[in-house]
Structures are given as C-alpha cells and as structure tokens.
C-alpha cells in the first residue's frame, strides 16, 4: 500500500534558503533568462545537483485574494486601442492576469481583462477613470 503524500504550506521567511535558490532558478528557466537547468542553477548559486532533487518538489504558490478585478471593455476595431488600454493599465501599477478580446461586430470588439489591483498606485475609481478617458473606448464595467 502506497503511503499518501502530505503537503505543507510555509511562509517564505521560514523557508530553507535552498528552497528559495530553487524557485529562483525555476524562474530564471521560465522566463529564459537560463537557457537550461546548469545555467539557471549557476545564475542562482545553486548546485545542480540540489536544483534536481527539489525542482518537481518545490513550488511557489500564490494565495487567492480579492485584489483581482475582472473588466468588461467595449472598444473601437481600430488600430492600437487595445495596446492603450494595456499600457494605462501599466503605468498604474495594475498587473494584467488575462485578456480575452472576442471578434469585432459593429466596428466595436468586447474585451475582458482581469488585473490584480494589489500593487496599483491608484484607487480603482481613478483607474476606471482614466481608462474611459482613452481614445476608442466606449464602455468599461467591472464584472467582478
């Protein structure tokens, strides 16, 4: 009979150095800043060997919170409206989770766009604002 896997669930702070040193590499890989896992353990300080024991066993892992925003768009089909929105988005510190822009009917597209709102450096209202200031944008709704 198999024995059951446990999990655990630290803070970061607790956590072995190692664990963290692994985590940066498996970063360094995802976003090719390594091109492969000697690389990526070198870039990090760590052995190879310790980044292969604990790589499929240590994982980051992000708890859900109500600072995600889902937005409704109506934009104009025209050329860089879209971009806009995303860099408004950008410069007021939103990070953007998912966009999803559905064929154009009418000459306007609807598009919805999830951020988390955690690192903003505005309220929402100001945001909303802002982004219904932009050229090409009919209509914003925040669905949840």
Request: net charge neutral.
């Amino acid at each position: 009979m198999m024995k059951e896997k446990r999990y655990f669930l630290i803070e970061e702070d607790v956590a072995p150095e190692i664990f963290q040193k692994v985590l940066q590499a498996k970063r360094y890989l995802a976003t090719g800043k390594a091109q492969n896992s000697s690389q990526a353990a070198q870039m990090s300080d760590l052995s190879r060997s310790a980044f292969y024991k604990y790589k499929d066993k240590v994982m980051e892992y992000r708890m859900a919170d109500n600072a995600v925003v889902t937005l409704y768009f109506s934009l104009e089909d025209t050329p860089g409206v879209l971009s806009s929105v995303m860099n408004h988005l950008y410069e007021c510190g939103a990070n953007i989770v998912t966009v999803n822009q559905n064929i154009p009917s009418d000459g306007v597209a609807p598009v919805t766009i999830s951020i988390r709102t955690s690192e903003m450096n505005m309220e929402e209202e100001v945001l909303l604002e802002r982004l219904r200031a932009c050229r090409g944008v009919v209509r914003i709704s925040r669905i949840s």
